[in-house]
């Protein structure tokens, strides 16, 4: 019915595409003019007078035949005008001829309707091109457009897949540290108070750890006294006004520990925050946290969550003193147990492995050669280089969330390096890598022989 009523719409304003049609469009308009114009005139004939006289009067003041040819004109163009117009003229001229007239008919008006013929034919020819041309451009970018909708939307789809099959491998760990140390360069510690330089950094601490994670709507926000300032120093996203009641919230405040629904709240499906992280520098200090509302759950992984915990604890330290990854002293006990503890903490909690080397050289130009190896270290890497009550110097490598596998290239690569460096005359001795764990006793020895007591390790053991 549709598709009728387009054709008849069609038909009527601009004419019909069969030949026959047209011809008959265009004599029967011109007949029809041409019976108007011969109504157009009353013939008198007055025989009174000693000669008989004809008078022919025109009774219309408009010359309404030239309506009729003029359509056609317009509906098809010069030609059929034309055609329209001579043969409008010639039934005239045939009807005044027959009744003897011809000296009343006016060739005025048939040279006037020829030329308004003309000229609306070539009208309508130029503009029947340019609706040519339009259609065939409509035609064109509507085949186009309906090519790059079909396009997007398998590109998006695509997309969409790539997104959450990458989204759910992890961050690369070597290149958050190396952004956090750029972020160290670009604004350092001294000269500048502390609460200016954390408004300063802030903004950007947040979208890193927001790529790690992909968060849609978070905060940053500072900590002090133990409570939270409800006024974000950065968002993300359109982040709502804090709930300092939140339950989620205020477990991450006591426990200063990452609160996230994938392992803690999981049956709870009222929660107003997807992610609660403290950052928590290596000194137990909470300066400040991020609070995510809006959080792309495929992107919760272990690896990840592990990543992020690992990354804002290195913030947090990158915010308190300006130091990421320190290389530790050997009476920096204290220290290094921290970040061992952290390691074991995220093999317990996420279970992500951890690894370490312990370096030991038996003469002084091996010695020589631990700083060197420090110079190769990742930016994440710690590094303790420790005296023993026999007077023996090792140089333990903590590599956090790296594989066995991952440790053992590292070595093999260092130790390359620094035989090439030597030309092989020195050589170092290493132990490992070793699996951080609590069930690893081989590593338990390890670090005994560095004179670590129970307490230590039962630092290092127990849960926040």
Not at 155 to 165: F, K, M, W
Not at 182 to 197: A, T
Not at 313 to 341: H, N, Q, R, T, W
């Amino acid at each position: 019915m549709n598709k009728s009523l387009k054709s008849l719409s069609r038909l009527l304003t601009r004419g019909s595409g069969q030949p026959l049609i047209v011809w008959v469009e265009t004599v029967v308009l011109a007949a029809i003019s041409s019976i108007i114009w011969m109504n157009s005139i009353e013939i008198y004939f007055d025989q009174s007078g000693p000669i008989p006289v004809f008078t022919v009067e025109n009774t219309s003041e408009f010359f309404w035949p030239l309506v009729f040819v003029v359509i056609v004109a317009l509906r098809y163009g010069f030609s059929m005008g034309f055609i329209s117009a001579i043969l409008s003229i010639v039934l005239t001229m045939s009807f005044f001829k027959y009744h003897n007239i011809t000296d009343y008919f006016s060739y005025y008006q048939a040279v006037g309707m020829l030329v308004v013929n003309m000229i609306a034919g070539e009208f309508r020819d130029v503009w029947e091109e340019r609706l040519h041309r339009n259609d065939l451009d409509y035609a064109f970018m509507k085949r186009k457009l309906s090519l790059f909708t079909q396009n997007y939307f398998m590109l998006r789809s695509s997309h969409d897949q790539l997104e959450q099959r990458m989204a759910g491998q992890a961050v690369s760990l070597r290149s958050s540290i190396s952004e956090l140390e750029n972020l160290n360069e670009k604004y350092p510690i001294l000269g500048v108070k502390p609460q200016d330089r954390i408004k300063s950094v802030a903004p950007h601490v947040l979208k890193l750890l927001a790529s790690i994670v992909v968060m849609e709507e978070a905060g940053i926000y500072r900590i002090e006294n133990g409570k939270i300032n409800p006024e974000p120093l950065s968002t993300i996203g359109k982040m709502p006004e804090l709930d300092l009641k939140d339950d989620m919230l205020n477990d991450m405040l006591e426990h200063r520990v990452l609160m996230s629904p994938v392992n803690l709240y999981e049956t709870d499906s009222t929660l107003k925050y997807q992610l609660c992280v403290p950052l928590v520098d290596t000194m137990g200090n909470m300066n400040a946290c991020v609070v995510v509302t809006q959080v792309k759950f495929f992107t919760l992984t272990s690896q990840n969550i592990a990543i992020l915990n690992l990354v804002s604890a290195y913030a947090a330290d990158m915010l308190a003193s300006g130091i990421i990854a320190p290389v530790i002293d050997s009476s920096e006990k204290d220290l290094f147990l921290s970040y061992l503890k952290k390691t074991f903490d995220e093999n317990k909690y996420h279970g992500q492995n951890s690894s370490i080397v312990f370096c030991r050289g038996y003469t002084k130009a091996a010695m020589e050669l631990f700083d060197r190896t420090i110079s190769l270290r990742r930016g994440a890497d710690i590094y303790w280089k420790r005296w023993t009550e026999n007077g023996e110097q090792v140089l333990v490598v903590l590599l956090p969330l790296t594989s066995l596998l991952q440790a053992q290239l590292y070595v093999d690569r260092v130790d390359r390096l620094m035989t090439k460096e030597s030309d092989g005359a020195i050589k170092l001795d290493f132990t490992g890598p070793m699996d951080v764990s609590v069930d690893n006793e081989q590593l338990i020895s390890e670090l005994k022989k560095l004179d670590l007591k129970d307490d230590d390790f039962s630092y290092c053991f127990k849960p926040d």
